[in-house]
């Protein structure tokens, strides 16, 4: 092992420490099983009515919360496979708001390239500084893409005329419904990652070494029993969903979104280091229980959001090779079989 050790190796050690210390079970993973499964619920039951039906029925309401749970359920499956995701679940962002002292969190480098050429300039790589907001971002791309060629199969189905046709995009739209259903699932996950402070911060588990004027605390414990068991004793989803907040279109691209919402969670990082510093990080406490609901809630609700905005991005979004619009299919301006089916 190197002596530079990366944040999720740290903070594996640091679970192990305080498993090892208190004899209690810490999680090193964001909000663990309960959180992630109840976000991915509540903001898929919050969609709008606009949206398709299906992403609403009940079986895909829980195929989307257990699936938000499965990048943490595939950790440890080798170190190729680690090094590849692990930094996907955070970024860590100094006091003055940088991303380890070196990146601005805005506006966001175009490529995964850019950004490792930045960091690597300032003294740094992804491993330590984390990639949650490029995964949030390829992540919607990828849905909106997937919306996309859901309206085009919506839209052709009724005009096809040969049976065997009618066959092929009947069978591809139930195809790409479950593909969408496993991409949102799998996606969520880093949506919710990002409306945990601690995965937003240099200070991720206990204040990191240097100033702390404030005297917050250092212990290696805070971040897994925060996320872990705290959220399994507090979470009351009435409560979750009575915080959510209304759904209003952006206006933005998702890279602006995305910032945002990563401030909106690193602005919460010092009431909760002050509310660790209060006692308040206890179940019996109803700081701690608000504070646990009402980032819960935020993340429901930027998962309902964002899911949005890629529904409505798709619309102006185009399929195949060569690429035709999504509108020109709709209108029936282009039989889009040929280009679905493949033309090689």
């Given at each position: 092992?190197?002596?530079?050790?990366?944040?999720?190796?740290?903070?594996?050690?640091?679970?192990?420490?305080?498993?090892?210390?208190?004899?209690?079970?810490?999680?090193?993973?964001?909000?663990?099983?309960?959180?992630?499964?109840?976000?991915?619920?509540?903001?898929?039951?919050?969609?709008?009515?606009?949206?398709?039906?299906?992403?609403?029925?009940?079986?895909?309401?829980?195929?989307?919360?257990?699936?938000?749970?499965?990048?943490?359920?595939?950790?440890?499956?080798?170190?190729?496979?680690?090094?590849?995701?692990?930094?996907?679940?955070?970024?860590?962002?100094?006091?003055?708001?940088?991303?380890?002292?070196?990146?601005?969190?805005?506006?966001?480098?175009?490529?995964?390239?850019?950004?490792?050429?930045?960091?690597?300039?300032?003294?740094?790589?992804?491993?330590?500084?984390?990639?949650?907001?490029?995964?949030?971002?390829?992540?919607?791309?990828?849905?909106t893409k997937d919306f996309a060629h859901?309206?085009?199969?919506?839209?052709?189905?009724?005009?096809?005329?040969?049976?065997?046709?009618?066959?092929?995009?009947?069978?591809?739209?139930?195809?790409?419904e479950t593909l969408i259903l496993n991409?949102?699932?799998?996606?969520?996950?880093?949506?919710?990652?990002?409306?945990?402070?601690?995965?937003?911060?240099?200070?991720?588990?206990?204040?990191?070494?240097?100033?702390?004027?404030?005297?917050?605390?250092?212990?290696?414990?805070?971040?897994?029993?925060?996320?872990?068991a705290l959220v399994r004793q507090v979470?009351?989803?009435?409560?979750?969903?009575?915080?959510?907040?209304?759904?209003?279109?952006?206006?933005?691209?998702?890279?602006?979104?995305?910032?945002?919402?990563?401030?909106?969670?690193?602005?919460?990082?010092?009431?909760?280091?002050?509310?660790?510093?209060?006692?308040?990080?206890?179940?019996?406490?109803?700081?701690?229980?608000?504070?646990?609901?009402?980032?819960?809630?935020?993340?429901?609700?930027?998962?309902?959001?964002?899911?949005?905005?890629?529904?409505?991005?798709?619309?102006?979004?185009?399929?195949?090779?060569?690429?035709?619009?999504?509108?020109?299919?709709?209108?029936?301006?282009?039989?889009?079989?040929?280009?679905?089916?493949?033309?090689?």
């Amino acid at each position: 092992m190197t002596v530079s050790l990366s944040r999720r190796a740290r903070l594996g050690l640091s679970a192990l420490s305080a498993v090892i210390a208190l004899a209690v079970p810490v999680s090193a993973l964001a909000w663990g099983a309960t959180g992630h499964r109840i976000i991915a619920e509540a903001g898929m039951q919050a969609l709008p009515a606009d949206l398709p039906a299906f992403l609403r029925k009940p079986d895909a309401v829980i195929t989307v919360g257990e699936l938000a749970r499965e990048l943490d359920r595939s950790k440890g499956a080798g170190r190729l496979h680690s090094s590849m995701r692990d930094s996907n679940h955070f970024v860590d962002l100094d006091d003055q708001g940088l991303i380890m002292g070196a990146v601005p969190l805005e506006p966001m480098a175009a490529t995964r390239s850019d950004y490792e050429t930045a960091l690597r300039a300032g003294g740094s790589d992804s491993a330590k500084a984390g990639l949650l907001p490029y995964a949030m971002v390829d992540g919607w791309q990828q849905i909106t893409k997937d919306f996309a060629h859901w309206r085009v199969l919506t839209a052709a189905l009724p005009r096809a005329k040969d049976p065997q046709q009618r066959a092929w995009i009947k069978a591809d739209l139930a195809r790409r419904e479950t593909l969408i259903l496993n991409n949102i699932g799998i996606w969520a996950h880093y949506v919710g990652d990002a409306s945990q402070p601690l995965h937003t911060s240099i200070h991720y588990n206990g204040w990191s070494d240097g100033p702390n004027p404030k005297g917050y605390s250092r212990a290696r414990t805070i971040h897994g029993s925060f996320e872990g068991a705290l959220v399994r004793q507090v979470m009351d989803q009435a409560r979750l969903k009575a915080a959510m907040t209304p759904y209003t279109p952006c206006g933005c691209t998702i890279e602006q979104m995305t910032v945002r919402y990563l401030r909106a969670t690193n602005a919460q990082l010092e009431p909760l280091y002050d509310l660790e510093k209060a006692g308040g990080l206890v179940a019996s406490d109803p700081r701690g229980q608000e504070f646990v609901n009402r980032r819960l809630a935020e993340a429901a609700s930027s998962l309902r959001d964002m899911v949005a905005e890629a529904w409505a991005a798709s619309a102006n979004s185009k399929v195949g090779w060569p690429e035709v619009s999504v509108a020109d299919v709709v209108s029936g301006k282009v039989d889009v079989y040929p280009l679905l089916y493949g033309q090689d």
